[in-house]
């Protein structure tokens, strides 16, 4: 339906499923109170995919992405990243050791502009400290400027220099998501989590953010697992599907097998799609 | 030391059985007082999302009108009458000039214009009435004044001050007419569809200023009975305006919007600033009781920062 | 319409990122500091530096402290006045402890103590946010307000129990005590006060200024971001505290010369408040109208009877003073609830579109 | 100071003819003597980034060398493809350092024809800007069999291309410079190279768009761009402390010479924009001194300008339209240095501070010492508009054969009508069919590959034809009427020149495009294109809800304001006795924006007459059956290639004409 996903480069040689491991969730299991939103969930994924995510809504995807990031902590399970298993970890660990995000909703800085709100990714990056900072002369400010030079690179790649210095609030939701993008960007990450990057979008914003995540992963080498509803754009982006319904994953693999999958049908059909 | 802190103060307390309840007694008023504002707060918290600090200096300019009507000549039932008509034009002005402009501001400009209200009304109070400490008519009023003695067994007696009782009687008196108010009164339905849900309040065709005046109006007649009690026990004058802090950990304690809580958060904070006090106190100097409800709310909110009433908080992205 | 920004382009991001990038607020910038350092001492006479500015400053000061931890990164102090004491009670102690040592460097080290106190009474806002984290603010309130009337140590045991400041010279001109000049004590308030602006200037567009502002506006987002909450808040409670604890010793240093624990009660945190909220939570020069506002309009206010010629008590002035200030607050909140910085930045922007609208 | 005071004498001589007859030359004189003025900038990565002259110079000569490896040789047609970027100026520079020849083509072009400048020009090499452009020539690498090697500038999305004839602008000056510092005499190799070029030599090609038939490669030779640059430099006192944005098509004469030649010849400074959405932004950053724009430019800003006044408060616009009165009234003349009262100077004064001063402020037109606007004619409102400013904007007459200049309006001799004096060097005479023609050191070499075109353009003894209508005034001043082949009559007798009557319609900022008929018929019938902009924001202010292009277009309110446009100019024309017979007689607002991508206008935004009376010829034969309404089916081209089509019943209107020659208020009765 894309157009421009026929531009993709050649098709990866090797089969994605045998990649090397960047990540494995293993009979990972999450309730709040009594309410169970993750039951025993297995899956994985591999360095320089793209990764899908779907699901009929209260799928328990977000939570999910809120499990590998660190935000929840699984009640059961285990998650290896990077070849270390771990139950338990900080979101501030997890941005540390790779792993960015963008939100179902945007939750950009409001009082920041884009430039800083991008800055702010950098943030795990910038190392100067309170009293250098209170100089800005100097080692800050040097540090301040490489850091910028390679925000600016990030603002080039996704063509948003007219609005570099406009408050984030003051733009139209399109490109709020962009500068999400731009700010998860910017933590130079592993593995990139994208929540329903293209909700609430039009087709050209789509098709635009479309080429933003092939860009990213084919440029940059990023790993990207997104959580998606246009069934068509999980197709054309993603290299293998995780269908999740009800908390329990009940497909796992490439667009086409999980496309013609019978649960998956029937998870889809049951509700009112 | 150690024995100062964790043990000396447990035998005086079984030593001494009628002083310890003559302390849980004085916690006690102490705690209704600290209630009733709270519930101030809580009923303009509740319709409105609004945290008035204004509650305090509320109270004292309620009893300053009181007094001062009464010092002009007013006979005092007359003179209580009119105060509560000066509440209601006070609520009514709050709703038209602060509350309606400032709609949907972010919680702390409101907390803020409430601190200008304060100010206001500081000046306003002082202007008209002078800046002297006053005596709260409550003989005048009709309220006991006396004491009765009770002995305990042999251990000694408690002294109960009648004004007291009766404190702790309209403090009952005005929950229990609050409760059915909310309850049984379309108004005071309404005024829970507000707390609840604004949209859903708008949608069965409640207007949302005239609720917010009956709230404020609600606030400053309890407002008036705070300011008669507590004139009474002490005097009327601004250094009230500061208890009016208290009412924060009385609701740290109870929830915001919780007329329960209110009562048991002002009742814990009434006991345990007494006994801190008299117990405790004196190993530091005395004068704990300024503080020691933010420390007790403190360490409370640490443990449970929800409220004793409040549901857990599940955080969501 | 006075900005004419054609023609300024940067062809360096330090040009780019500089503090005022503008040529015409570099210009505004440079004629204020004028005033301040040269028109101001050359012409004002002293009960206007004593009453005024000297006041205004300090006030400023304060306000950029509490800008810091309420504007910048969005935890709400009551306990401003409190921290500003501890400054004040620490500064009297260090310069009593030691008499020989250089006053403003004992000032401006009276900060450190106010920003470990503060960092402890920060610690709970890791969980607590909002109003309910008012409520630790003012415990610590409270009970440092207590402590200053409790602890006769803290004020060398004075019959008074108000802490006065001793006579103190630098490089021979008397800097503090009831002699010394109020030209001399204007300097010192003036250079520290600009001098801490600037630094934190410098930190608020750094790394640091926006890890505080990410906390603020989105702390979850800021936390997946790689930002620790809790040693974030905490930076923002020290550094907030230690200029709220100059700003402290300095008013007692240069500007009231006692001060009794009253001095820094809750109503002085409030006062501080007003300024960081109607100069505009989140800027420096906010905090500075902010402070000119609330500290400067009520001198005037007192003036005003006198000058139409009425006859009127100093009470009823100041009964009337109250009254118009929080008339004034309630007004600024609703015709502009971001504050005077907010309204600046309006009309600058509309300088900037003149004569467009936008 | 003393330096200072050097570099501006040895500027100033830069600018007057000397020896150096090529571009690379002056390329060489200009780093040695100008050596760390800035002679570039872009906005890339949020700042600009500047170059020297000598900068520029190792840049060029980087990339030079690094093209000789890859095989380019003199006499090699090299195509240029893109935004205005300072390496693809370089990379003209550097091929003709080696005797190749530059073919600059409009980036935004469709493929086909593309494809057929390319094949025409037989380019071996074609320097681009990115992606797109990549994927657009290696679509066409059937069509173009000639062409081996594509550079491009921006690397981003390229990298699993196949790298075989494919090249990253960096890694050719990488290959260039690794050679530089293998052997340092390749320098001096390098600049002997181009030693014994002459001015004669093919500087460039340009292919000028035609608004008929397929495009011509216009050949330009050193000589025809640097003598013709210098003349202008001279004419208007430019100096190496001018600035100039360049941001239209580099394909386009006009950027050519102001933003290449011109540049280099003067020594000043060229400044790309960041991106095509940041225009305006890099505009008031950069505050050029020496502006030029086709008069589309100051027209949208006039209507950007009148647009957001519309919305300013009721205060400020009273003191903008009284100080705007005072402009029309007395801006012009002072400008022109006549003498105005005392009262109205200082009227003006404050004006300039309160109104006029920040709107040239806010257009980024505060340091303009000279502009020009050209192409087509402009609106007198526009342009009084900007000169009432203090703006010394003025108009020129120039061809892409004649390397720009043909007239100029010197500085105090403006008026509206006509477009200026013969520029230095030129001559200027009229044919008898009226047809203006000209003789000077600019006329082109010839059009490539096609002698036929190049004979009957040019005479033997050198004057070319314009192809314009227009007689030169008593003052020495030449007017144009309209194309020479496009003025003719109605079934009457009656003058009809519709380029006049379509300009006047287009005088109105609602009215963003006119197509006039009439040339043997008899009456005239005019399409009209609406401004989206201008009535959408009337629209908006008038609570006229519409959901799209097309259903505004059509909406009565729209016919009723666009009609008392249509009577203006009809009132106008009769007013003036040879155009009074031709006066609108019915129209119609096109359901559709005329669009490049649809082929109904040229790159640079003209009206193709030819195609667009093929294209609706079912709304022309209504125009002139007397029918008041008209459905149609347009085919569309969208933005990613596919078609579509557009359906719309389009109204009629019939319009009352006027009397010839009576004033406006006796028609009105």
């Known amino acids: ?262 649960a998956v049908i029937d998870a889809y059909l049951g509700v009112s799609h | 030391m150690l024995y100062d802190i964790f043990i000396d103060p447990f035998v005086q307390m079984y030593d001494m059985p009628d002083f ?121 009023l009709g309220l006991p004044t006396g004491s009765t003695a009770f002995e305990i067994g042999d251990r000694g007696l408690i002294i109960l001050q009648h004004i007291d009782i009766a404190a702790a009687v309209i403090a009952v008196i005005m929950v229990t007419a609050l409760g059915l108010f909310f309850n049984k009164t379309r108004i005071g339905r309404a005024l829970r569809a507000v707390a609840d849900d604004h949209q859903a309040a708008l949608s069965v065709g409640i207007s949302l200023n005239q ?41 740290i304690l109870g929830g915001f919007t919780s007329i329960p809580g209110a009562i048991v958060g002002g009742l814990i904070i009434g006991f345990g600033e007494k006994i801190g006090e008299l117990y405790w106190g004196g190993l530091v100097g005395g004068g704990v009781e300024s503080w020691l409800a933010y420390i007790i709310a403190l360490v409370f909110l640490l443990f449970r920062p929800q409220g004793l009433f409040g549901e857990r908080i599940i955080e969501r992205i | 319409m006075f900005y004419r920004e054609a023609g300024q382009f940067k062809t360096s991001y330090k040009a780019d990122q500089a503090l005022f990038p503008i040529l015409q607020d570099r210009i505004g910038i440079a004629a204020i500091l004028l005033i301040a350092f040269v028109a101001i001492p050359l012409f004002a006479s002293d009960f206007f530096l004593t009453s005024i500015m000297i006041p205004f400053l300090v006030f400023a000061l304060a306000a950029i402290g509490l800008n810091v931890l309420t504007g910048y990164c969005g935890q709400l102090s009551l306990g401003t006045g409190a921290f500003m004491g501890v400054g004040a009670y620490a500064a009297y102690k260090l310069t009593t402890a030691f008499p020989d040592a250089n006053v403003i460097v004992m000032v401006l080290l009276s900060g450190v103590f106010s920003a470990a106190i503060g960092a402890v009474f920060g610690l709970p806002s890791l969980r607590i946010k909002g109003l309910y984290l008012a409520v630790t603010t003012l415990a610590a309130q409270f009970f440092l307000e207590w402590c200053f009337i409790r602890i006769p140590w803290l004020y060398n045991d004075n019959a008074s129990g108000a802490i006065e400041v001793p006579r103190r010279e630098m490089f021979g001109f008397i800097v503090t005590g009831a002699e010394a000049l109020p030209i001399t004590r204007y300097f010192v308030v003036l250079c520290i006060t600009a001098g801490i602006a600037y630094l934190m ?158 | 100071m003393f330096q200072g005071k050097k570099r501006h004498m040895v500027g100033s001589a830069s600018a007057s003819p000397r020896g150096e007859d090529t571009f690379p030359k002056i390329l060489l004189h200009n780093a040695k003597v100008l050596g760390n003025r800035t002679a570039f900038r872009e906005k890339e990565f949020g700042i600009w980034q500047s170059w020297t002259w000598s900068g520029v ?50 980036a935004d072009s469709v493929a086909e024809e593309m494809a057929f400048v390319l094949g025409h020009a037989e380019v071996r090499f074609a320097v681009v800007e990115d992606q797109e452009q990549v994927d657009k020539l290696l679509s066409m690498a059937g069509e173009v069999p000639s062409l081996q090697h594509i550079i491009y500038d921006e690397p981003r999305g390229l990298r699993d291309y196949d790298h075989t004839r494919l090249h990253d602008y960096a890694s050719v000056q990488e290959i260039g410079r690794d050679k530089l510092r293998q052997s340092p005499s390749l320098a001096d190799e390098w600049e002997r190279g181009f030693a014994g070029a002459t001015g004669a030599d093919i500087a460039v090609m340009l292919y000028t768009s035609g608004t008929t038939g397929r495009p011509k490669g216009v050949m330009l030779s050193f000589d025809n761009l640097i003598v013709s640059a210098r003349n202008a430099n001279i004419f208007d006192h430019l100096d190496e402390s001018e600035e100039v944005l360049a941001y239209l098509p580099m394909a386009w004469i006009g950027d050519h010479v102001f933003s290449l030649a011109q540049a280099f010849t003067a020594g000043y400074c060229v400044n790309c924009p960041e991106n095509m959405d940041t225009i305006d932004v890099d505009r008031r950053e950069i505050a050029p001194t020496y502006f030029f724009a086709p008069p589309r430019v100051f027209e949208n800003m006039l209507t950007m300008i009148m ?333 990613d290639g596919r078609k579509g089509a557009i359906e719309a019943t389009v109204e009629i209107r019939d319009m009352a004409l006027h009397v010839a020659g009576k004033s406006f208020q006796e028609a009105a009765e």
């Open chain 4, 307 to 639: 647009v957001r006044m519309e919305d300013a408060g009721k205060a400020k616009r009273a003191m903008f339209d009284y100080f705007m009165g005072v402009a029309r009234k007395v801006g012009e003349k002072i400008l022109n240095g006549e003498t105005v009262g005392l009262k109205d100077r200082l009227l003006y004064r404050l004006g300039e501070f309160m109104v006029y001063g920040p709107l040239k402020n806010r257009m980024g037109l505060t340091r303009m010492k000279v502009g020009y606007t050209a192409g087509e004619a402009i609106g007198p409102e526009i342009f009084q508009f900007y000169r009432s400013l203090g703006l010394n904007l003025k108009q020129l007459y120039g061809q892409t054969e004649a390397s720009v200049y043909i007239t100029l309006q010197p500085d105090g001799e403006i008026y509206g009508d006509t477009v200026g004096k013969p520029a230095p060097q030129v001559e200027l005479k009229i044919a008898d069919n009226g047809e203006v023609m000209y003789r000077s050191p600019g006329v082109f070499v010839g059009y490539f590959k096609n002698d036929e075109a190049t004979a009957s353009t040019k005479t033997e003894d050198g004057w070319v034809h314009t192809g314009d209508a227009g007689i030169i005034a008593d003052n020495g001043h030449l007017k144009i009427i309209d194309r020479a082949k496009d003025v003719g009559k109605l079934t009457d007798g009656a003058l009809f020149a519709p380029k006049y009557i379509e300009n006047k319609l287009k005088f109105f900022p609602n009215i963003k495009e006119a197509v006039a008929f009439g040339h043997e018929r008899d009456m005239v019938g005019v399409f009209i294109n609406i401004d989206l902009t201008a009535v959408g924001s009337w629209a908006e202010r008038n609570n006229v809800n519409y959901a799209s292009y097309q259903e505004l277009a059509a909406h009565p309110d729209v016919y009723r304001m666009i009609e008392g446009h249509v009577d203006q100019v009809n009132r106008d024309l009769a007013r003036e006795p040879m155009m009074a017979g031709a006066q609108i007689r019915r129209f119609l607002v096109l359901h559709k924006e005329l669009d490049a991508d649809d082929g109904e206008l040229t790159r640079t935004q003209k009206v193709r007459r030819s195609f667009i009376t093929e294209r609706y010829g079912p709304l022309i034969e209504a125009l002139y059956d007397g029918s008041s309404e008209k459905y149609v089916s347009t085919e569309v081209t969208f933005e």
């Open chain 2, 211 to 251: 609720i917010w005046a009956i709230v404020w109006f609600a606030a400053g007649l309890v407002a008036l009975a705070t300011g008669i009690m507590w004139g009474a026990r002490s005097d009327v004058s601004f250094a009230l305006e500061i208890v009016a802090f208290k009412a924060l950990p009385v609701l």
């Open chain 3, 201 to 358: 200037a410098n930190v608020l567009r750094g790394r640091i200024g926006r890890s505080w502002m990410m906390i603020r506006d989105m702390d979850i987002a800021a936390e997946l971001m790689g930002v620790r909450p809790l040693q974030t808040k905490l930076m923002a409670f020290a550094v907030s505290s230690y200029i709220c604890g100059v700003a402290g010793a300095m008013m007692v240093f240069f500007w009231l010369n006692a001060a009794e624990p009253s001095s820094y009660s809750i109503r002085l945190s409030f006062q501080i408040l007003f300024m960081v909220i109607l100069g505009g939570l989140g800027s420096l020069g906010g905090a500075f109208m902010g402070a000119a506002f609330i500290w400067i309009l009520p001198v005037l206010l007192k003036f005003v009877p006198g000058m139409l010629g009425m006859d009127i008590a100093a009470e009823t002035v100041e009964h009337a003073t109250f009254m118009i200030v929080g008339a004034l607050i309630i007004f600024f909140l609703i015709v502009e609830p971001h504050g005077f910085a907010r309204l600046w930045q309006i009309a600058k922007q509309k300088l900037r579109v003149w004569p467009f609208p936008y």
């Open chain 2, 20 to 140: 310890f309840l003559q302390v849980l007694w004085e916690g006690f008023v102490a705690g209704i007082l600290y209630a009733l504002i709270a519930l101030g707060f809580v009923l303009i918290f509740k319709a409105s999302g609004v945290f008035n600090f204004a509650q305090g200096i509320m109270v004292v300019f309620a009893g300053l009108t009181l007094v001062g009507l009464h010092e002009n000549g007013v006979p005092a039932y007359l003179a209580l009458i009119l105060t509560i008509g000066v509440m209601g034009v006070l609520a009514y002005g709050v709703e038209r000039v602060v509350m309606r402009p400032l709609v949907n501001q972010p919680e702390i400009i409101l907390l803020m214009a409430t601190i200008g209200l304060t100010y206001f009304l500081v000046g306003f109070g002082e202007f008209v009435f002078g800046g002297e400490p006053k005596q709260m008519i409550t003989q005048e």
């Open chain 1, 1 to 262: 339906m894309n157009a421009f996903v026929a531009d993709r480069a050649p098709a990866p040689v090797e089969d994605a499923g045998e990649r090397e491991l960047l990540l494995r969730v293993d009979n990972v299991s999450l309730a709040f109170g009594g309410v169970k939103a993750i039951t025993d969930i297995s899956f994985d994924i591999r360095k320089g995919e793209i990764r899908a995510i779907i699901g009929p809504n209260g799928a328990g995807k977000t939570s999910m992405l809120n499990v590998i990031n660190g935000f929840y902590h699984p009640q059961e399970g285990t998650i290896t990243w990077q070849g270390k298993v771990r139950r338990k970890m900080k979101p501030y660990e997890a941005a540390s050791q790779g792993i960015a995000r963008t939100f179902q909703n945007v939750a950009l800085f409001k009082g920041m502009t884009t430039l800083d709100n991008i800055m702010s990714g950098r943030s795990l990056k910038m190392h100067r400290n309170f009293f250098w900072q209170l100089l800005w002369r100097g080692p800050a400010e040097r540090e301040e400027i490489a850091h910028r030079r390679k925000v600016e690179d990030i603002i080039d790649f996704l063509e948003i220099q007219a609005i570099r210095k406009t408050p984030v609030g003051r733009l139209p939701y399109g490109l709020q998501k962009r500068v999400e993008l731009g700010r998860a960007l910017a933590m130079e990450p592993e593995l990139l989590l994208l929540d329903e990057p293209m909700a609430g979008m039009n087709l050209e914003e789509k098709e635009d953010m479309s080429r933003f995540i092939i860009d990213v992963n084919q440029e940059f080498g990023t790993t990207i697992a997104l959580i998606e509803h246009d069934m068509g754009v999980v197709m054309d982006l993603s290299d293998r599907v995780v269908v999740l319904d009800y908390g329990k994953k009940i497909a796992d693999g490439p667009p086409e097998e999980v496309q013609a999958s019978q």
């Open chain 4, 57 to 106: 110079l190792e840049e060029i000569r980087a990339f030079s060398i690094g093209l000789q490896s890859l095989g380019l040789t003199a006499g090699d047609k090299i195509a240029i493809v893109g935004a205005n970027r300072p390496r693809l100026y370089w990379a003209m520079v550097a091929a003709q350092a080696l005797g190749a020849v530059p073919v600059p083509v409009y």
